[in-house]
């Protein structure tokens, strides 16, 4: 880990994805406390303005802030990312675990359902899960988790298997020590790297996600802001208020940047082959 | 080597790109300039951008307005509605009515269907017993339950008797959904989807989902000399963005938008904005069944706590006026809310009244709208503030299509924020849905006097009479608020200079027959 | 390795079963039916009753499935239960439009990404490697209905330029279909070019590791015939299969973009006919981008063992 952290201080790139996730964080955590109006509030004498001092970002159709809603949108769309990621992240490990433990009928089992799902395409998956339960900020969360769950399960099985195939645990299946807790124990720090790695492109995939579901109407419910909600209703004012597009867009845009710069880096780094 | 043909290819790519861009440009320029030069275009084809793909085209069975803009072109009903909703000739040359429960129908001779046989009695006959089929599961059946008999008297003559005096009768009969269908095509085709024969001034060429609907000029059009066109094509554009863009660069020649994106066309060169007071309002339903929506100062409180001048300028830009349970549209049906007294904001008295059905502190509810129309989902917001000002807390529910249809249709709602259309006879903004058996009251509403009423208009011929009844009904029904009436919108059309003749009408927004190309 | 398809395709088997299954179920299970969606307002319990007899959907639930699946295995896909048109030939002619968006987008992506990833892997971290590594990244980082829109937007209004309406295909007129085509590929190509770029950067930067690199080099072999000849053919592999797993994706993942070019796609077909609960075109058409989508990879998995002789399957 150590190693690791040395490393990514020489490289430029992931830095730069470093820092920009952590101010990304910061706003999310912080921003309640930064925005100047209430990010649901109509002022509606001052519907569509540009950037001012009072509002720094403008104002949209119906006179709200729109700093304000983009501090916002920061959280609802980390907590989107994050969760969503978190019940992809946790479903995948449990069952690659299971199947690349067992490797018998339950693994065919579980990998065919991985299959099946894995064989929808993303979006028209997610839309269809969110049409069943409804759309809100939960049910969106859950559906972009299970369009999830298939990568990290196949990431975790296949680490699972490696790690059955190294040579210490074939010797100390050979002397008798229950080898399930040796593997285990194995298995955390080698499905870690690809783990991680994987989970910092999907936290941006899931944001991405999230917006197209917003373009299909089944994202996150109004007023509430989420970032690709709010570029969605912008998309009728990008002409007369380029304002409303340019900074929830802005803001999408260097978000996914940055956790993809920083996904792409620690790819590299945790990359045995190209040490 | 290679890298030199990565090069090369991408180059191909961004001529190609860059060229198209050119070309076109040369195109659209061309139309612009020749704009008003005054001679009719070599291609006489309308090109509509189509902001939603019909669901069907069965005049009898289908109500999507998506559908409807289309199977009006293909067909044509006994009568017709003019400007002021009043019932007008169409394929029936005139109609008499010897008593209350009689109307003989006698029809226009030489009216071709498009596949060259003329129209008689009998096909006037099959239609409308092809509607009033239970196994057809047609909408417009209900409409004419009240039909007893029809005789075909000769071939060009045709009675109906009814069981009662049925006032909405012949708004009915001019019903789009009411259209004369020929009988050997529906037999030979089981239904009407696939094909279309009707006698109207288009017919249908091709449809292909997702893509576009063709139709071409009826050349024996009952109406000399019409259509002046020799097709209309409607291409599917569900993008609004996409639908400004076409239309800016003349890529088609009419197409809708929504209020925000009117202005952004007011600037374009080469376009003009056709605008009509379309027949349809926008409203809040209640569930009349639910705590506190029982109670019916509560549904005033809440009406008085509305602001609607703001729903038209924040949701319609300004371009939409209030309505009650009868829009302006429908002429002199319609009665003047402005003045009624629970259309006024008044937020003090509003508190007064949710005091006093014991409910101070105001209480928790859901907003249930349809995220398939921007408007509804704007104008919930926009109602979910203004009630946060008497301590009313609404979440707002967003609905795809088929789930808010369900939800409307089993009254599983609180508050329903929703658009109607107000069809063409009083009866359907009264009875239909307010009645105690209407089949679209899912507010669970009764109330005596609206059903004596809905009945009185139902059974009084009188069109002086009738009007008076539906005054005292419109009334009583916004003083018993199961709906609150908002606006009624005003819907535009986007149409190029080049088009000539065209002047969108609430009863008839889309008629082309006169309509030319210009250079 | 024919034994080694002939498994795998008998695994697919369970697999398409499932799809079906899962379809088939997740469709009844979105609230609002067809019924409701057709009559809208307008509904009377009759009619009601009435449609949902004429589309079979009072029978017993697995009725209903087996009556869909035994039609679908006799290769009849049923007919839309809003159109009446027959479902199969529609899915057709829609997916030789997504096929050529996808293949178009994904050539546009290699065209942009191949070149630009051997540059980066050439100049492993120099400032040359950072700017292209940034500026593909950017491409994946919009999300693609914006820049569709402002693509739209700065064309009609700056150069007063509209891609032709009304959808015609290849065969019926190249030109225009290009024309219609281009932008949406360039849209989703930008999209896919990030991916490719690190796969291709990254798999160079392997093989001009490996010793067999070193041997040619140091033979006196010049820079672009190592490059070309030995480290691209080889770094081709991994970049396949990439391309291999975003052309699947697309199948069905290029809806929005259809949507806001107006082109009538799978993805289209899919999503009107979820919104207007038309439920056999759905079944249908999901089916059908799963079986083409699990056969692509399966072709990936047999051009991988093709094109590296040292991967062999039992």
Redesign the interface.
């Known amino acids: 880990m150590k190693e690791i952290m040395a490393r990514l201080k020489k490289d430029k790139v992931g830095i730069v994805g470093v820092i920009g996730v952590g101010l990304v964080l910061l706003l999310g955590l912080f921003g309640p406390w930064l925005s100047p109006h209430d990010s649901t509030e109509m002022y509606k004498e001052h519907m569509l303005e540009g950037p001012s001092a009072t509002y720094w970002f403008g104002t949209d159709e119906f006179g709200r802030d729109i700093f304000s809603r983009v501090v916002e949108g920061a959280r609802v769309s980390l907590y989107v990312g994050l969760i969503s990621v978190g019940i992809g992240a946790s479903l995948g490990f449990v069952f690659g675990l299971i199947a690349g433990f067992f490797q018998n009928w339950v693994d065919n089992l579980i990998m065919r359902i991985m299959d099946i799902l894995f064989a929808f395409p993303d979006i028209l998956l997610a839309l269809t899960i969110v049409a069943v339960l409804g759309p809100n900020l939960e049910n969106t969360m859950i559906a972009i988790g299970i369009v999830f769950t298939p990568v990290f399960t196949r990431t975790v099985r296949a680490a699972v298997i490696a790690v059955k195939e190294m040579e210490f645990i074939i010797s100390a299946k050979a002397i008798g020590v229950k080898t399930h807790k040796v593997i285990f124990r194995h298995v955390s720090p080698n499905v870690l790297a690809p783990f991680i790695v994987q989970s910092t492109l999907a936290l941006s995939g899931a944001i991405l996600t999230e917006a197209a579901l917003s373009f299909l109407g089944l994202g996150i419910q109004p007023p509430n802001p989420s970032w690709g909600a709010m570029l969605n209703e912008s998309r009728q004012y990008m002409e007369i208020a380029p304002w409303i597009a340019i900074f929830p867009a802005l803001f999408i845009i260097v978000t996914i940047f940055c956790f993809n710069l920083l996904g792409d880096s620690l790819r590299d780094l945790l990359d045995p082959k190209l040490k | 080597?290679?890298?030199n043909w990565?090069?090369l290819?991408?180059g191909i790519?961004l001529a190609?790109?860059l060229l198209?861009?050119?070309s076109?440009?040369g195109t659209?320029?061309e139309a612009d300039a020749d704009g008003g030069s005054g001679e009719a275009a070599a291609e006489q084809v309308l090109?509509i951008?189509n902001d939603q793909?019909p669901?069907?085209l069965d005049p009898h069975?289908?109500?999507?307005h998506s559908s409807i803009r289309i199977y009006e072109k293909i067909y044509d009903s006994l009568l017709t509605f003019d400007e002021d909703m009043k019932v007008q000739p169409e394929l029936a040359e005139k109609w008499e009515q010897p008593d209350e429960t009689t109307y003989v129908f006698t029809l226009r001779e030489g009216v071709k269907f498009h596949n060259g046989r003329e129209m008689t009695a009998e096909d006037v006959k099959y239609s409308f017993e092809r509607i009033m089929d239970?196994?057809?599961?047609?909408?417009a059946?209900?409409y004419f339950d009240k039909v007893e008999s029809i005789e075909v008297v000769s071939p060009t003559e045709i009675k109906f008797t009814l069981s009662e005096p049925y006032a909405p009768f012949l708004s009915y009969v001019a019903s789009t959904n009411a259209a004369i269908v020929a009988k050997e095509v529906v037999e030979e085709n089981g239904?009407l989807?696939?094909v279309a024969v009707g006698t109207g001034p288009f017919k249908l060429d091709e449809?292909?989902?997702?893509?576009?609907v063709k139709l071409s000029k009826n050349e024996d059009y009952y109406k000399e000399g019409q259509p002046k066109l020799d097709g209309v094509?409607y291409?599917?554009?569900?993008?609004?963005?996409?639908r400004?863009?076409?239309i800016?660069?003349g890529?088609?020649h009419v197409t809708t938008l929504?209020s925000?994106?009117i202005?952004?066309a007011e600037k374009s060169d080469g376009v003009e904005i056709k605008s009509y007071q379309s027949t349809e309002y926008s409203y809040v339903g209640f569930n009349v069944n639910k705590e506190p929506f029982n109670d019916v100062k509560v549904r005033q409180a809440i009406s008085l706590a509305v602001d609607r001048k703001?729903v038209a300028d924040?949701v319609w830009k300004g371009d939409a006026v209030l309505s009650g349970p009868i829009p302006e549209s429908m002429g002199q049906w319609a009665i003047d809310v402005t003045q009624e007294e629970l259309y006024q904001q008044n937020i003090e008295k509003a508190k007064e009244l949710l005091a006093e059905a014991g409910y101070e502190d105001g209480f928790e509810t859901v907003i249930s709208t349809a995220?398939?129309y921007?408007d509804m989902?704007?104008t919930?917001?926009?109602l979910?503030?203004q009630l946060e000002a008497i301590g009313i807390k609404a979440e707002?529910?967003?609905?795809?299509?088929?789930?808010?249809?369900?939800t409307?249709?089993n009254g599983d709602h609180e508050m329903l924020v929703g658009r109607?259309s107000s069809g063409s006879d009083p009866d359907r903004s009264i009875g239909f849905f307010f009645s105690t058996e209407g089949?679209?009251n899912v507010w669970g509403f009764s109330d005596e006097k609206i059903d004596q009423l809905a009945e009185e208009g139902r059974t009084t011929i009188d069109p002086e009479k009738r009007v008076e009844i539906y005054n005292e009904a419109q009334k009583r029904v916004i003083e018993q608020s199961p709906n609150l009436f908002l606006v009624s919108p005003e819907k535009f059309f986007i149409v190029r200079d080049s088009v000539d003749n065209y002047s969108p009408t609430a009863n008839e927004p889309e008629n082309f027959n006169d309509v030319v190309i210009m250079e | 390795m024919f034994a080694y398809i002939l498994r795998r395709l008998l695994m697919l088997i369970p697999v398409l079963f499932g799809i079906s299954v899962f379809i088939f179920l997740i469709m009844k299970m979105i609230p609002g039916d067809v019924v409701s969606t057709i009559l809208g307002t307008e509904a009377t319990d009759e009619a009601r009753r009435q449609l949902e007899k004429q589309f079979g959907l009072n029978l017993p639930i697995y009725q209903q499935y087996l009556q869909w699946m035994g039609g679908v295995l006799t290769g009849d896909f049923g007919v839309s239960l809003r159109t009446g048109k027959p479902i199969l030939g529609d899915i057709i002619s829609r997916f030789g439009l997504t096929l050529e968006l996808t293949m178009l987008s994904a050539f546009i992506s290699w065209i942009i990404a191949i070149p630009l990833g051997i540059v980066a892997a050439l100049k492993r971290n120099t400032s040359t490697d950072f700017g292209v590594r940034i500026i593909s990244l950017l491409g994946v980082s919009v999300p693609n209905f914006a820049l569709a829109t402002l693509l739209l937007l700065v064309l009609s209004l700056a150069f007063s330029y509209y891609p032709p309406a009304g959808y015609v295909s290849l065969f019926e007129d190249p030109m225009k279909n290009l024309q219609m085509m281009i932008l949406p590929a360039f849209v989703l190509g930008t999209a896919m070019a990030g991916a490719v770029m690190r796969m291709t950067r990254s798999s160079i930067l392997e093989v001009l590791r490996q010793d067999f690199i070193r041997t040619i080099r140091a033979k006196g072999a010049s820079e672009r015939i190592v490059i070309f000849n030995h480290a691209l053919k080889n770094a081709m592999i991994p970049i396949l299969t990439i391309i291999g797993m975003q052309i699947g994706t697309l199948l069905g993942g290029t809806v929005i973009i259809e949507q806001i070019f107006s082109l009538p796609g799978l993805g289209q077909m899919v999503l009107t006919a979820i919104n207007q609960r038309d439920y056999p075109v759905v079944q249908g058409a999901v089916l059908f981008i799963a079986t083409v989508f699990v056969l692509i990879n399966l072709l990936v998995d047999i051009l991988y063992s093709y094109l590296d002789p040292r991967i062999t399957y039992k």
Request: charged letters at 25%.
């Open positions: 080597m290679k890298k990565m090069v290819l991408m790519v190609t790109l198209s861009a050119c076109n440009e659209s320029n090109k951008g793909e669901a069907g069975k289908v109500p999507a239970e196994e057809t599961a047609s909408i059946k209900s239904d989807n696939q449809w292909l989902p997702d893509n576009h094509t291409l599917t554009m569900k993008d609004e963005s996409a400004l863009a076409a800016r660069t890529e088609v929504s925000q994106s202005p952004l703001e924040v995220s398939t921007p989902v704007d919930a917001q926009l979910q503030q707002i529910r967003q609905l795809e299509w088929g789930q808010y249809i369900d409307w249709t109607n089949s679209a």
